[in-house]
């Protein structure tokens, strides 16, 4: 079975400031991880992912998150935070290989201060 | 190239009524994943669909709720008899995974928020 733990259900920093949200999560088997972010009342938009590739994943809008097996951590970060990235993060486990569901974990809601 | 599709985006009813929810995948893609949003939770996996196939229906309860998908038209999630704790927002995701590929990414839809009242 499979699982993600997000640490934090609200992250508040200060705009220019690094945004880090925590991921860890569980596998019976290498996982595939993803970021997706959801802003108010819209679907899920993805971030990154990681495919047992790379272990350090560039996303879109600068954001990146790095895998590390050791610590069962994928924590997603980004040097300088935006107004605009005020919103819902979530983190996501799937097994793949025919077993893609996604297990989500619960959201860290990210606000940032002027 | 359109995105994934929901409709209707608000939908409301009454208890003891039925609610359909509308998929339409991205073009190329033939898996569809409905999954369900309560409020202040995470999304949680209900159902995966290829055409004309329930591939993994463990997220469903097993009463009230079915899906479908097709050969020709939307995926259908289907509650019938709804109640209060039916209230929530309702995503549905698609792929374009081929048998043997490693994990393709879900596109999400807008969601379908469903209030019983």
């Known amino acids: 079975a499979q699982s993600v733990t997000q640490l934090g259900s609200h992250v508040s920093v200060s705009e220019g400031a690094l945004v880090l949200l925590r991921c860890n999560y569980s596998?019976?088997?290498?996982?595939?991880l993803f970021w997706y972010v959801q802003y108010p009342n819209q679907g899920l938009q993805l971030l990154l992912k990681?495919?047992?590739?790379?272990?350090l994943v560039k996303g879109i809008n600068d954001f990146e998150a790095e895998f590390k097996k050791s610590e069962t951590s994928f924590h997603l970060t980004k040097p300088s935070a935006h107004m605009s990235d005020a919103a819902e993060y979530f983190c996501?486990?799937?097994?793949?290989?025919?077993?893609?569901?996604?297990?989500f974990g619960t959201g860290t809601r990210l606000t940032i201060i002027p | 190239n359109a995105g994934v599709m929901q409709n209707p985006r608000h939908l409301v009813r009454r208890r003891g009524q039925e609610a359909r929810l509308r998929c339409s995948p991205m073009?190329?893609?033939?898996?569809v994943y409905w999954y369900r949003q309560l409020p202040e939770e995470g999304l949680k996996f209900m159902v995966y669909?290829?055409?004309?196939?329930?591939?993994?229906e463990s997220g469903m309860p097993k009463e009230r709720f079915s899906a479908e998908f097709p050969k020709e038209g939307p995926s259908i999630l289907r509650i019938q008899q709804v109640v209060r704790g039916d209230s929530a927002a309702y995503f549905c995701?698609?792929?374009?995974?081929?048998?043997?590929?490693?994990?393709?990414?879900?596109?999400f839809g807008p969601g379908t928020r469903l209030t019983v009242l």
């Open positions: 995701a698609s792929s374009p995974s081929r048998q043997g590929a490693s994990t393709d990414t879900q596109y």
């Open positions: 596998s019976s088997v290498p996982p595939y």
């Open positions: 990681y495919t047992s590739a790379a272990t």
């Open positions: 996501a486990v799937s097994e793949g290989f025919g077993n893609e569901k996604l297990t």
């Open positions: 073009k190329g893609h033939s898996h």
């Open positions: 669909l290829q055409k004309e196939n329930i591939i993994d």
